[in-house]
């Protein structure tokens, strides 16, 4: 296998920085807890000394009991100081990243920009706008073509194609032929089909107008003979 070479990455004075102040913070941490002990043995002794009437020993384990509480106090002002110095550092970082982000971003729209011609870009719109316009004048056109009556005589012939399609679709009706044989042969008895008698059987005609009426005739005299005396 050949040597592989890892680039190591560069520590910058911020880094090192971070690193100086996180490594104060543990130190800060730990001296803390062992001035929380220290706090603790003397409390505890000023009360065994108190119990023994070591008034004078008892006050003296109270006053460094007192001092540690200050020392504490102030240990945790210096820690509180490191850990704002820290943040204060990482926010600088990012928003000296994001800087550098937006310094990339800008030059990379100004190189893009630099590609455009404003003056083609104005003719493209005005190209655009007339394509629009003269669009709009054919719509205009065509929807005008028509006058309210060619719309009605439009709507007049689609009716009747509807209405001639309507019948086409409907099934025709079935036609029996009657050979000649079949009715010379069939029984007298039998009663023909309703649409043979109409065939057969003519009926006279309807009178429209009233008959009129006939005149009576002339009385005519009679003459009497004399009767034979």
Same mark, same amino acid.
């Given at each position: ?14 880094? #090192? ?46 006053? #460094? ?7 504490? #106090? ?134 429209? #107008? ?20």
């Amino acid at each position: 296998m050949g040597n592989v070479f890892v680039k190591k990455p560069k520590i910058t004075e911020v880094d #090192k920085a971070i690193l100086a102040l996180k490594t104060q913070r543990r130190k800060l941490a730990l001296f803390q807890q062992q001035l929380e002990k220290v706090i603790e043995a003397e409390k505890e002794a000023a009360r065994q000394l108190v119990q023994q009437k070591k008034r004078d020993r008892a006050l003296i384990a109270l006053k #460094k009991k007192k001092s540690q509480e200050e020392l504490l #106090k102030q240990v945790d002002t210096w820690q509180l100081n490191v850990e704002q110095q820290l943040a204060d550092i990482e926010l600088a970082s990012k928003q000296k990243a994001v800087l550098e982000s937006l310094k990339t971003g800008n030059a990379a729209l100004k190189s893009i920009q630099s590609e455009i011609n404003i003056d083609d870009v104005q003719k493209l719109m005005d190209d655009t706008a007339e394509a629009k316009a003269y669009q709009d004048e054919i719509n205009a056109a065509l929807g005008e073509q028509l006058s309210a009556e060619d719309e009605e005589a439009v709507m007049a012939e689609f009716e009747n194609l509807e209405a001639e399609l309507s019948l086409e679709s409907l099934p025709d009706a079935p036609i029996t032929a009657v050979r000649p044989e079949e009715k010379t042969n069939a029984p007298a008895d039998t009663e023909a089909p309703a649409e043979d008698v109409d065939d057969v059987i003519e009926f006279p005609d309807v009178p429209v #107008k009233a008959p009129k009426r006939p005149e009576a005739p002339e009385k005519t005299k009679v003459l009497e003979e004399p009767l034979p005396a």
